[in-house]
C-alpha cells in the first residue's frame, strides 16, 4: 500500500484540508470563465458571421433556407431572453447577457 503525503502532515485537519479544496475549485472556475468569456466586439463579429452565411444560403439555396439560418438564431436569442428573464435578471442586463451567449461563440474565430 502507497502511503500519501499531505501537507498538513499525518494528522490532516479537515478543515485546512476543506478550504484548499474550495479555493482550487475557486481558482479552476475562475480560469474556467475567463476562457469562455466573450465581449461585445465578439458578438458583434458573430452577428456579422450569421448575415453572412444568411446571406450566402440565400444566394445559393434560395430565401427560405437563408431565412430559416436567420430564424434558429432568433429564435435562439428569445430562448435564452426568456431563460434569462425567469432568473430574474432585468433590464439592460438581459439583452446584454442573451446576446453574447447568442453570438459571443465568434470569439473563436
Known sequence: MVRQEWPEGSAADP???RARYEQDLREARGAGREA???GLTDAHVGV???LVV???VGCFKGVGPGVLV???FLALFCMLLAGRFAAGVR???LVRRSYLL????AQWF
Not at 102 to 105: A, E, K, M, P, V
Open 15 to 17: 478543515d485546512a484540508a
Open 36 to 38: 469562455l468569456r466573450a
Open 48 to 50: 456579422g458571421l450569421v
Open 54 to 56: 444568411a446571406v450566402a
Open 70 to 72: 436567420l430564424s434558429a
Open 91 to 93: 433590464g439592460r442586463d
Open 102 to 105: 447568442t453570438f459571443g461563440w
